[in-house]
């Protein structure tokens, strides 16, 4: 069965200083991935997929996510953090033809100094 | 983008009680899933729906039914609450096609059984 890691539970960073939250994925073939960005007593929001193609996709909120097949990896990236980017952060995979059902990651929760 | 409605978004009750959680989307989506969240927790599948009288459990064992009379409506019950549910319930759908991975969340319930 495919699992995802996230292994930063907390990550504080300054406002205007880069981010990058690391995701790892366990699965025998190419999955789909997600970033989406959960705030206080809100549901998720789809940040950005990959699907296939370009390994380097562009996602909302000025974030972007690499795909490293050789390292089972999914980073996202903000090169410039505001405040209003705190949040918890959450990886998810789903895989080839198996029902559209997403595994999650344990989530990484992000505070932003000012 | 999805538009999904969740009611109600608080709850608090008293153990014994039989709630109903409603979720509700306007995109025509076939499929539709509940999930639970702990707090700080990764979110857990616990029912998927991939259309009309179509139901299935998810990964995370549950206590709770649901049902898919209408495509747009997916409720989710409790017969009898007790403290062990407290938890958010979260509701996403997803369209078909290539896409059909992508799924996109309500803002939740949060529910407390005392």
């Known amino acids: 069965a495919q699992s995802v890691t996230q292994p930063d539970i907390h990550i504080t960073v300054s406002e205007g200083a880069s981010l990058e939250l690391r995701c790892n994925y366990s699965?025998?073939?190419?999955?789909?991935l997600f970033w989406y960005v959960q705030s206080p007593g809100q549901g998720l929001q789809l940040l950005l997929k990959y699907f296939s193609g370009d390994t380097l996709v562009q996602g909302i909120k000025g974030f972007e996510a690499e795909f490293k097949r050789s390292q089972s990896s999914f980073n996202l990236r903000k090169p410039s953090v505001h405040w209003s980017d705190a949040a918890e952060y959450f990886c998810?995979?789903?895989?080839?033809?198996?029902?559209?059902?997403?595994?999650f990651g344990t989530g990484t929760q992000l505070k932003v100094e000012l | 983008e999805a538009d999904i409605y969740q009611t109600p978004r608080y709850l608090v009750i008293g153990t014994g009680k039989k709630i109903t959680l409603e979720c509700s989307q306007t995109?025509?989506?076939?499929?539709m899933y509940w999930y639970q969240q702990d707090p700080g927790m990764e979110l857990h599948l616990i029912h998927y729906s991939y259309g009309v009288n179509s139901t299935e459990k998810g990964d995370l064992s549950s206590e709770s039914t649901v049902s898919r009379i209408r495509t747009e409506h997916f409720p989710l019950t409790l017969e009898s609450a007790r403290p062990s549910h407290t938890s958010q319930y979260l509701c996403?759908?997803?369209?078909?096609?290539?896409?059909?991975?992508?799924?996109?969340f309500g803002p939740g319930t949060r529910l407390l059984v005392l």
């Open positions: 998810a995979v789903a895989v080839t033809g198996g029902g559209n059902k997403l595994t």
């Open positions: 699965y025998g073939a190419t999955p789909y």
């Open positions: 995109m025509g989506h076939d499929k």
């Open positions: 996403a759908s997803s369209e078909g096609g290539l896409s059909s991975e992508t799924q996109y």
